[in-house]
């Protein structure tokens, strides 16, 4: 489902980072681990062409994503990634709902008021469907972040430190949501972190130096 | 969602710099489509009315106040002029004139002046035609304009008594005898036709001889009361000079002068028949102006015509289309400094729509990013971002047609009363076509910039700076 080879990527001040070789196979869950300035924002942002390396080549369900033109690769993004970030980001006019079905549409899929629905509830925060998105607290306001990634049921799930932010219980709350809903869904799921609260949570671990 | 949607509700969500870019931007549409209207009205009316007449003779003064006083029935007349001076203007063999209608000034009734014409007046010159009744034929007979009828709700058969001077101040009230009487009323003819009450110029005499002989009865040896009657005339003219003489003052002085009750009046209210008798029979009688229609325009005497009389008489001719002319191009500072001022107002209001995208952008920087993880293009956010611009625009349109129409209906009241027209607050011009081009073009313009940047939003960049 997702693969690298000999990924390299040089910051502008020239410094280079080379990442290991990954392969993660279709519903597998892992764990990229590693201390900050390890790259590993740099690493989660070219696994999910966010970015361009240098060097190397990203593989998503066997489509390189480096020879996708821009627009192409934005499309392939909205349709087969799901990112959820360290911060939540959203498009503040809009609710909690709205904020979904913009990422349905700009991912070139129609509007699924009931797939919004279904997976708002999943995610215990049916209720919040008409609220603005910061009115929410950090912990649902990463739950809808889980339920945007999530939306259209893409093949890989990518997080980028999604619980650094939160308490305890919060953080395992999530974690469990993550692990099961990519099981739901069928969805690789790859979070990068250096919260080593998620080690127990995960066989799957890389560990960046 | 489609972008549209997505656009409007970005810009919803902030209301009070949305508010103050549209009313910036409505104010200037709404001034600009204000004075379009105002102008092509006025225009239009002003040309309506010139009705084809080619020169007006009347007594000296400004040409343009009499031109204002007789065609359109705004400005005060400059004075009389006796029928004796005129006489040769009036007959029906002049080489020159294919038609000459006098005109006699000095009453209104509810603020609606009382002509002293010829039936020509409505059939020749305005192409007016009677809905109901008939046109005036006795003494003291009198057919109104549509609109006199709308407004004063007066039906054929009513009476009413004349007020001196164009005010209706409920002073100079003429009381006498049973007044005016309605025996028509005309079709509109969206011209000054249409505001006026129509009688015959014996009537008009009639009315102040009859006043000037009650006025006189009593007070014959008090020559106070006669000079007030002149500080009537003096207050009414407003402070214009030209105006203090006006209106039958000479006969007025003959008549008590020479304490010369004279008796032909008499002999018009018996006499009166169905046919009038011409006025070249009146020769020590006073009409304000004479609208003369040429023979030939462009003949070598025709041209010549208007500068032989004022050289050579005591009268005053002008060309309407002349002074017309002068006066638009007079106005034309005024309304070209007010057309400047709006496109002023618009086009800082198009910099406060950039203002306004621009620095929403910046709130919005991490937005852009994550609507291009969600698969948004760069051309999309390019798009996105030209389309709030081009709401602001349509919006503050939308907003300044609103305003324009709105501030013309309210106007229009006034504009009546200043200008004896109608003016309508709901007709569209294709000038407001145009002007939604220009403000789409401004807001499209506004957008360009902080488009562009939506379009270089670098993902990765924006998402790892805080």
């Known amino acids: ?4 080879q000999q990924l390299e990527y040089t910051y502008p001040g020239n410094k280079t980072i080379t990442f290991p070789d990954i392969q993660c196979e279709k519903g597998s869950q892992w764990l990229l681990l590693g201390q900050s300035g390890t790259g590993k924002t740099t690493l989660l942002h070219l696994l999910g062409g966010i ?21 192409a690769l934005d499309q392939f993004r909205g349709k ?27 991912a070139g899929h129609s509007a699924d008021s009931d797939r919004i629905k279904d997976l708002l509830s999943r995610l215990n925060i049916g209720n919040k469907i008409h609220d603005r998105t910061n009115r929410l607290s950090q912990g649902e306001q990463q739950r809808v972040a889980i339920a945007r990634a999530l939306v259209n049921s893409p093949g890989l799930i990518l997080a980028d430190e999604p619980t650094s932010a939160l308490d305890d219980e919060n953080c395992k709350e999530v974690i469990d949501l993550l692990e099961t809903q990519a099981k739901e869904e069928g969805a690789t799921l790859v979070i990068v972190t250096h919260d080593s609260r998620l080690k127990a949570f995960f066989d799957h671990k890389i560990i960046l130096q | 969602m489609n972008p549209l949607t997505l656009s409007w509700k970005n810009q919803k969500d902030r209301p009070l710099q949305m508010l103050l870019t549209l009313l910036l931007f409505g104010l200037g549409v709404g001034l600009i489509a204000l004075l379009i209207s105002l102008n092509t009205q006025l225009d239009e009316k002003f040309k309506n009315n010139l009705a084809g007449i080619d020169l007006v003779i009347g007594a000296k003064g400004s040409p ?70 008939k046109r005036w034929e006795d ?54 036709l249409d505001q006026l009450i129509l009688t015959n110029t014996q009537s008009v005499w009639a009315v102040h001889d009859h006043e000037a002989e009650e006025k006189q009865a009593p007070a014959e040896a008090v020559a106070a009361d006669d000079h007030d009657h002149d500080q009537d005339h003096a207050s009414e003219a407003a402070g214009q000079e030209d105006h203090a003489g006006h209106d039958h003052s000479g006969h007025d002085h003959a008549d008590h002068e020479g304490h010369d009750h004279d008796t032909h009046d008499h002999a018009d209210h ?23 229609l040429y023979r030939n325009r ?17 009268l005053q001719a002008a060309s309407p289309a002349i002074e017309m002319n002068r006066l638009f191009s007079m106005m034309g500072v005024g309304t070209d400094a007010l057309r400047n001022l709006a496109l002023i107002i618009v086009i800082v209001s198009g910099l406060s729509i950039f203002i306004s995208l621009f620095s929403s952008l910046k709130d919005r920087k991490y937005e852009l990013a994550l609507m291009r993880v969600m698969g948004a293009s760069r051309s999309y956010l390019f798009f996105l971002i030209i389309l709030e611009g081009l709401l602001f625009a349509i919006l503050g349109y939308l907003l300044g047609l609103l305003l324009s129409h709105g501030g013309m209906a309210l106007l229009s009241g006034y504009l009546e009363e200043a200008y004896q027209y109608e003016f309508s607050g709901w007709r569209f011009f294709k000038e407001e076509l145009w002007l939604l081009g220009g403000s789409l073009g401004i807001g499209f313009v506004a957008a360009l910039i902080p ?14 700076t805080y």
Request: no cysteine; charged share 15%; aromatic share 8%.
């Open chain 2, 139 to 192: 003494l003291y007979e009198v057919t109104i304009g549509a609109n006199v009828a709308n407004k004063t709700n007066l039906k054929i058969g009513d009476q009413f008594h004349s007020s001196h001077g164009f005010t209706d101040d409920g002073i100079n009230t003429h009381d006498h005898g049973d007044g005016f009487k309605v025996v028509g009323i005309l079709n509109k003819t969206n011209t000054v």
């Open chain 1, 51 to 71: 970015r361009k390396p240098q060097k190397g080549k990203v593989y998503v369900a066997d489509q390189e994503l480096n020879t996708l033109s821009s627009t």
């Open chain 2, 298 to 314: 462009t003949s070598y005497q025709t041209l010549s015509m208007p500068r032989n009389i004022n050289e050579n008489t005591d």
């Open chain 1, 80 to 106: 087969n990634i799901g990112i959820v970030f360290q911060q939540s980001y959203f498009v503040q006019a809009l609710t909690v709902g709205e904020n979904l079905q913009l990422a349905q549409t700009l």
């Open chain 2, 451 to 464: 488009a562009f940047q939506a379009y270089r939003t670098d993902i990765s960049e924006t998402l790892t």
């Open chain 2, 270 to 292: 018996q006499a009166a028949g169905p046919v009038m008798k011409p006025l070249i029979e009146y020769p020590d009688k006073d009409i304000t102006t004479l609208l003369i």
């Open chain 2, 64 to 133: 343009l106040q009499m031109i204002l006083s007789s065609m359109y029935h705004i400005d005060a007349p400059t004075g009389n002029i006796s029928i004796n001076e005129v006489k040769p203007f009036l007959n029906p063999k002049h080489p020159l004139i294919k038609l000459a209608v006098p005109l006699s000034l000095g009453d209104s009734y509810k603020t609606f002046r009382i002509i002293g014409t010829t039936h020509e007046y409505v059939d020749s010159i305005f192409r007016g035609t009677v809905a109901s009744g």
């Open chain 1, 1 to 4: 489902m997702l693969r690298t």
